[in-house]
C-alpha cells in the first residue's frame, strides 16, 4: 500500500512526468493498441489472410474472455480500493498502516471491485496469444492515445506498462496487477492450445 499512497497519489507524488503520462495513456481501451501491435506484427512477417484471421479471431476471443473471468472474479473477492484503503487503513489495526483521510488518487476510481484488473487481465491474455501464435516477442509499433504516442518493442513491454500504469494512476494494488496478468497468460495459453487449432495442430504464424 505504501508505495500506491505515494506514487498514485493526485497530489505531493513521487510519481515522475513520464510515470504520468502512461496513467492517463492507458486510461483508454486495451484491445486498440494491442490490435495495433497484432497488425504490425502481421505486416512485419508477411502472414497469410489465413493467418491473420485466426490471429485476429483469436486475439479478441481471448480478450472478450479475460473480461468475463475478471468480472467474474472481481464480485467474488470483493476487495476494496486503494482511496478506501488508504483512507481506512487505521480500522484493519495494523500498526504499520496508516490512514489518510485526505488522499486521492491521480485517476478517478472506477465504480466496480480492485481485484483482478481489467486492463491487467486483458494485457496478459493478449500478450500471451500474441507471443504464442508469432513463436516470439517482437514487434515494433506505435500507438496514440490521449494525445500521446508511445512506442513499443516487445508484446511483453505493452503487457508490463499496463500492470505499472494502474498502479501509477493510484487506482490498482501492484499485487492486483501482477496476479491479474498472471490470469490473463493463463487464459491466452489455454486459448491458443484449445481455440481454433490448425490442421498441423501448431500455431499458425510460427510454423
Known amino acids: 500500500m505504501r508505495e500506491i499512497q505515494s ?23 486495451t484491445h486498440m493498441p494491442f490490435n495495433a501491435a497484432a497488425r504490425a506484427a502481421a505486416t512485419t512477417r508477411g502472414t497469410s489472410l489465413m493467418d491473420n484471421a485466426r490471429l485476429f479471431a483469436l486475439l479478441n476471443m481471448v480478450g472478450a474472455d479475460s473480461q468475463i473471468a475478471c468480472w467474474y472474479w472481481k464480485y467474488q473477492f470483493n476487495f476494496w480500493r486503494p482511496v478506501t484503503a488508504i483512507r481506512a487503513a487505521d480500522s484493519t489495526k495494523n500498526a504499520a498502516l496508516k490512514s489518510d483521510p485526505t488522499w486521492e488518487p491521480l485517476l478517478d476510481t472506477p465504480a466496480h471491485p480492485d481485484y483482478p484488473s481489467g486492463h491487467a487481465t486483458y494485457g496478459g491474455a493478449a500478450a500471451e496469444v500474441l507471443k504464442a501464435v508469432f513463436g516470439d516477442d517482437r514487434v515494433d509499433v506505435s500507438f496514440v ?3 500521446v504516442t508511445r512506442t513499443y518493442t516487445s508484446f511483453s513491454q505493452i503487457d508490463r506498462e499496463i500492470i505499472d500504469a494502474r498502479v501509477w494512476g493510484g487506482i490498482h494494488f501492484r ?10 497468460h493463463q487464459i491466452g495459453d489455454y486459448a491458443v492450445k484449445t481455440w481454433l ?3 498441423s495442430g501448431a500455431p499458425a504464424a510460427a510454423r
Open 175 to 184: 499485487q492486483t496487477d501482477e496476479d491479474s496478468s498472471a490470469l490473463g
Open 145 to 147: 492515445s490521449t494525445g
Open 7 to 29: 506514487v498514485g497519489a493526485h497530489r505531493h507524488t513521487s510519481r515522475t512526468a513520464e510515470q504520468t503520462e502512461v496513467a492517463i495513456y492507458w486510461t483508454g481501451w
Open 197 to 199: 487449432r490448425t490442421a
